[in-house]
């Protein structure tokens, strides 16, 4: 269950988690400008979230795959180069790759997400963005592009057949609230079953609709915060709160391409810039905690928020906290209980729906369990009688004709 408790010890530690050097508190300034990391250009995010070191360790996401559900995308860009990413084309769907590289009106929302995730840190003129997971390998789904005629359930089931162990989704408010469905919790709950994990963005603070998964359960609901750790406000100036945010993580002037109508990079901001980001930051954990199940990386992912070891707590400004991938890497997730937190009593897919244990089998009739044949002793004693039988046929064979031999 989400917990609903704790907002101001939340608050505190989310101010001081993006000022986190090596674990360590800083405390945060009366006006927070002293750990505020946006200062350094639209890669603070890297600097906050200590993400350099994190990679010269070696984990980069290596062998994690990553579904990623949105718009068009331009993989011709520079920062995409050498990124494994697939291209998966949906029934009644355009190719999300065939789009003029000047539309980018089309194209930025989806090539931005994907390079907060794989990109290599270049772009047209210098430097792009840098990607949380870069050796991760990218399915691509193009189900928010305009003219797209797909469900979100086609992106899904596709991605956990084609070994997913990530699925993320910016975006998709208004054009799929029709598909709240049962149909959509089943897809989830299938996911899930098969260790898959699910992260979605909620909506923006201009958005009119409702995310298709808000009110799924089991689904990491991401929002964002900006350098020195504060939530996006809305329009008229207050902070964003939302009963189903689940973590938050950078997403305020973030490295991005296409937004400045160049392929060089710039910035953009809101909840769908977030997402990819606690992505790249789960595909991290998976790599370094291989044995640990999709439940226990999202309770680790919970668990592990601010800048220091605290009990499970949670606000309607920051979820349970702003992500800290030190943390988030240090801990052994194996550690933490094999359940999913994040199911709600009056949302669906029910808790049972996804992890109740399968119906026993019905048991065989008594006339064939009674036949001892079918247990290991009863097949070797059955070896014994065919074996004795076999020796009296071959003495009495030899008796009869010398030089023949049975098998």
């Keep these: 269950m989400r917990l609903r408790t704790g907002a101001a010890v939340l608050l505190a530690l989310a101010v001081a ?32 979230m200590k993400i350099p070191p994190i990679h010269d360790s070696g984990i980069t996401g290596e062998g994690v795959t990553i579904a990623v559900i949105d718009g068009a995308i331009n993989p011709a860009v520079a920062n995409l180069q050498d990124a494994d990413i697939e291209i998966r084309q949906l029934e009644g769907c355009p190719d999300p790759a065939d789009v003029e590289t000047t539309d980018f009106e089309a ?29 991760a390998k990218i399915l691509y789904y193009g189900l928010l592009q305009e003219g797209c005629e797909a469900r979100y359930v086609d992106a899904l089931d596709d991605a956990a057949a084609e070994g997913a162990d990530i699925v993320t989704m910016s975006g998709g408010f208004l054009q799929v609230n029709d598909q709240l469905s049962q149909e959509v ?7 899930m079953r ?10 923006n603070w201009d958005s009119l609709g409702t995310a298709q998964l808000t009110f799924i359960n089991g689904v990491i609901n991401v929002a964002a915060v900006d350098g020195a750790a504060r939530p996006l406000t809305r329009l008229d100036g ?17 490295a991005g391409l296409g937004h400045d109508g160049t392929w060089g990079m710039s910035t953009w901001s809101g909840n769908s810039a977030a997402t990819p980001i606690v992505a790249g930051l789960l595909a991290l954990a998976k790599q370094k905690w291989p044995d640990a199940t999709a439940s226990q990386l999202t309770q680790s992912l919970i668990r592990n928020t ?36 994040l199911f709600k009593d009056e949302q669906n897919p029910s808790f049972d729906e996804v992890y109740a244990a399968p119906p026993p089998t019905a048991a065989p009739s008594s006339s064939e369990d009674s036949d001892e044949s079918l247990l290991p002793w009863g097949i070797a004693g059955v ?25």
């Design 383 to 407: 070896v014994v009688v065919i074996a004795v039988i076999a020796l009296v046929l071959v003495v009495a064979s030899r008796k009869k004709t010398r030089g023949r031999s049975s098998v």
């Design 238 to 254: 207050t902070d964003m709160t939302n009963d189903d945010v689940d973590v938050v993580a950078p997403g305020v002037d973030v």
């Design 107 to 135: 194209l930025r929302h989806g090539t931005s997400a994907t390079s907060l995730i794989v990109g290599n840190s270049t772009a047209d003129g210098g430097a792009g963005p840098a990607g949380i997971a870069p050796h």
């Design 185 to 191: 919790a089943d897809s989830v709950a299938e996911a």
């Design 194 to 203: 098969s260790g898959v994990l699910v992260v979605a963005a909620l909506p």
């Design 17 to 48: 988690t993006l000022g986190v050097a090596g674990g360590a508190t800083v405390p945060p300034s009366p006006a927070g400008a002293a750990d505020d990391f946006s200062a350094a250009g639209p890669l603070w995010y890297l600097e906050a």
């Design 306 to 341: 601010g800048s220091q070891p605290h009990e499970l707590q949670w606000s309607s400004r920051l979820g349970h906290g702003v992500v800290n991938a030190t943390r988030l890497l240090a801990e052994d997730a194996t550690q933490y209980p094999d359940e999913n937190p």
